[in-house]
C-alpha cells in the first residue's frame, strides 16, 4: 500500500498513480511507457518523488507526487513528446492511464477549533437546562 513518502510530502501536491494494467501501448526497446515516464519524472521541477507498490488486485502501480498542476502538465506534455520520438512512426502517442488525485493542506487546528466548540458549548448549556 502507498503511502510513506506521501506521508512525509507536506501538501498542497498532486499525486499521479499509474497502474501497469492500464497501460496503452506498446513496449519502446525493452521499456513501457510508465518506465520512461519514471525516468524523465526526476529532471521536470516541481517533481517531488515517487514510490512504487501493487494495488489491491496485485498489479504493479506507480504514484508521482507533484508540487503543483502546472509541474505535472509539463511532466506529462514532456513525456508524451519523448515517447513519441522514441516511437517508430514519430507521432504523439498515448500516456498510461492517470488518476490525478489533489491533496490538500490540513486545516489548522485553530480553526477546526472554532468550527465545533460552538456545538459543545450549545450541548453543555442544554445539559445545564435540564440539570438546574
Avoid at 80 to 99: F, I, S
Wanted: glycine share 6%.
Amino acid at each position: 500500500m502507498m503511502g510513506r513518502l506521501a506521508n512525509s510530502i507536506k501538501a498542497p501536491y498532486f499525486q499521479v498513480t499509474v497502474t501497469a494494467s492500464s497501460v496503452i501501448g506498446k513496449p519502446l526497446n525493452d521499456f513501457t511507457a510508465t518506465d520512461e515516464m519514471i525516468s524523465l519524472a526526476p529532471q521536470m521541477m516541481g517533481f517531488l518523488g515517487l514510490e512504487t507498490d501493487q494495488d489491491q488486485g496485485g498489479r504493479p502501480q506507480t504514484c508521482f507526487y507533484w508540487r503543483d498542476r502546472s509541474s505535472l502538465d509539463m511532466w506529462a506534455s514532456f513525456s508524451r513528446q519523448h515517447l513519441a520520438e522514441q516511437g517508430e512512426d514519430k507521432k504523439p502517442c498515448a500516456l498510461p492511464r492517470m488518476t490525478v488525485k489533489w491533496v490538500a493542506p490540513p486545516k489548522p487546528v485553530n480553526a477546526l477549533i472554532q468550527k465545533i466548540l460552538p456545538h459543545f458549548k450549545s450541548a453543555n448549556s442544554q445539559q445545564d437546562d435540564h440539570h438546574g
